[in-house]
């Protein structure tokens, strides 16, 4: 049997991957592209060469040779809505991720999964886990309050079930039986319910809704937002920018870097510090109000993402909703973990497949 689990996760500016054989990690690097060369791309569907080369070089660089791969994983896309799970990544979906719900990098590790399996042949297994695209909304959170407009459920779905699983297991509890609200702060920020094995409700962390981030605006105030779309200043396409791109830290202060900002509220910037401290105040009254769809019984509430990183971020926020639940902080990401488990999962046959359709 081979024995190379290979795992991709593409972001914004960078591919990251990891070799791990079986269930230790041998290989891990973050690949960096420059604005010229994603810009030379001119599409994110544009980047799927650029990124694939860069991965096969840096395995070749790392002396891992392409045939002892058995399988490969990858972050999941923003495909069609679906349940959480591991999905094989195959021709139909494929055509998905050329025609996606939303155009995201993400997207983009499916496609060189894809491609990789048709060069290294029919053997290896290519596999998606826990996609950003994952719904298991109950009925009643996806009611928006205008029928032309149900609520839509995209989200940092691997980083959030890993956590949780991982606290559950500290509670004694498997992750079915736990209660969590679980907060990714990134670039967008996601805060999920988690009931019964499900992300129950959740806001939409790419398009804006929910709290603000370093690009995301977060939820605006809806009348306001109308006018401003119909202004005459902006296209539809500038707008939705602001909304996903050019929004939170970078709107207000030009930079999404959250250590930047950090600095310069710790250099006494009294502007920089309320906006910085409104990402917590936003991200706290998100969890509050998820409280009430558990009633309040919650065993857990848990921060991870790069934000989590950032100690004034999260005492502002612990000190706002430590009186719901213990709080519990898992910084950076764990994704590249969760793909590796899931892997060696699939690998050895402790895990089930579905046939994306």
Known sequence: MKKIILCLKTVSKTTKISAHSMREQIFLINIRH?????????SVLGQLDLRKEAVLQELKKAHIELKNIGIIVCRG????????????????????????????????????????VKMLGDDVRAITVDPACTDEMSEIAKISGMPEITRISIMHTLSQRTVAKHFAATLGKTYEEARLIVAHLGSGTSVGVHCDGKIIDVNNGLHGDGPMSPARTGGLPVGQLVELCFSGKYSKEEILEKIHLNGGLKAYLGTNDAKEVEKRVLNGDKNAELIYKAIAYQTAKEIGALSTVLDGQVDGILITGGLAYSDYIINEI??????IAPVRVYPGESEMEGLALNGYRVLVGEADVIEYS
């Open 34 to 42: 420059s604005d010229k060369e994603l810009e030379e791309c001119g």
């Open 318 to 323: 612990s000190k706002k909703v430590k009186f």
């Open 77 to 116: 896309g923003v495909l069609k809505p679906i349940p959480g799970g591991i999905y094989a990544v195959n021709d139909a979906m494929l055509a998905d991720l050329h025609h996606p719900m939303a155009v995201h990098e993400s997207n983009l590790g499916g496609l060189i999964a894809y491609n990789m």
